[in-house]
């Protein structure tokens, strides 16, 4: 940020799918039958085929950048002044249905998201079946009892997002550290203490939709990250992708980790199969 490096194009030899990534079937991937929001990409079809037609320039696209088409759509939809929501919302749906692959690709995506989800849906439900006090201990995180849920959820940024600095691994801090501040908004003087299933629930869906969030930030929203633009507009934009995301996962997936958190050690790979519909919600919704 603040520098003059055009970061538009992507090299085109990068793989959608890291090669760190297991390349391992996704659980009741489905993809080659989910919908795609084909009705929302703009074409350009001549409304009267017997009018004469102009002629046309030939346009070459560039196809070095898989999120080309997606990055312009999305900078449209932030300078819209008529239904900015509106438009996000079918820039949303196109990223993942298109640029992003559809839901098997975005889901493997995610896989580090996932992990993180996982760990903290791990120690939430620690909290639940053995006290804060003990969850605490048993990480040797002793010295933050008694302090604020903030503070707490804040020290364990490490534990549950990990130490890794792939783009992957900034994106899930950075949805962590926003789900805190969400939480600590939403919920003034959250005590963690007395946590119930619906709240751990919750708050894991809360973190699963900020992964998205910032996962589609990092991949088409460079017009929020130049230097030049206005950073109270941008937080606004942030909120309003927030609630698009939230709109159109959040009841499907909060039943589903409902189910999931009643197995703590099958919770990861079930994550993988949240993420898949959390995708497809926004693909057919």
């Known amino acids: 940020m603040g520098t003059s490096t055009n970061r538009n194009r992507l090299n085109p030899n990068i793989p ?163 789900t805190i501040v969400r939480l600590d908004e939403e919920n003034p003087g959250l005590d963690i203490k007395s946590l119930n299933e619906p709240q751990l629930c919750q708050m894991m869906a809360t973190f699963l939709e900020e992964t998205i969030v910032y996962r589609l930030i990092s991949d088409i929203g460079r017009s929020l990250t130049v230097a030049t633009f206005n950073v109270e507009e941008s937080r606004q934009i942030e909120e309003t992708l927030y609630q698009i995301v939230n709109g159109l996962v959040n009841a499907t997936i909060l039943p589903k980790l409902h189910e999931a958190v009643k197995d703590v050690k099958s919770l990861e790979k079930e994550m993988d199969k949240i993420y898949q519909i959390a995708f497809k919600s926004i693909i057919n919704s």
């Open 16 to 178: 959608l799918i890291p090669d760190w990534i297991p390349d391992e079937p996704l659980p009741d991937d489905e993809d080659g039958n989910e919908e795609t929001e084909e009705g929302n990409e703009e074409t350009d079809s001549p409304e009267n085929e017997d009018a004469p037609q102009e002629e046309q320039q030939v346009v070459i696209e560039d196809t070095s950048n898989r999120f080309y088409q997606s990055q312009r759509a999305f900078k449209r939809a932030i300078n819209s002044t008529s239904d900015r929501k509106g438009a996000l919302t079918r820039v949303v749906k196109n990223y993942v249905s298109k640029a992003g692959g559809g839901s098997g690709n975005m889901t493997k995506r995610m896989r580090r998201s996932s992990s993180a989800i996982a760990r903290f849906g791990g120690f939430l439900n620690d909290i639940q079946k053995n006290g804060l006090d003990q969850a605490l201990k048993g990480i040797q995180l002793d010295q933050l009892i008694n302090k604020s849920a903030v503070e707490i959820l804040g020290a364990l940024m490490d534990l549950v997002c990990g130490v890794g600095a792939l783009l992957d691994d900034a994106i899930t801090k950075q949805a962590y550290a926003q």
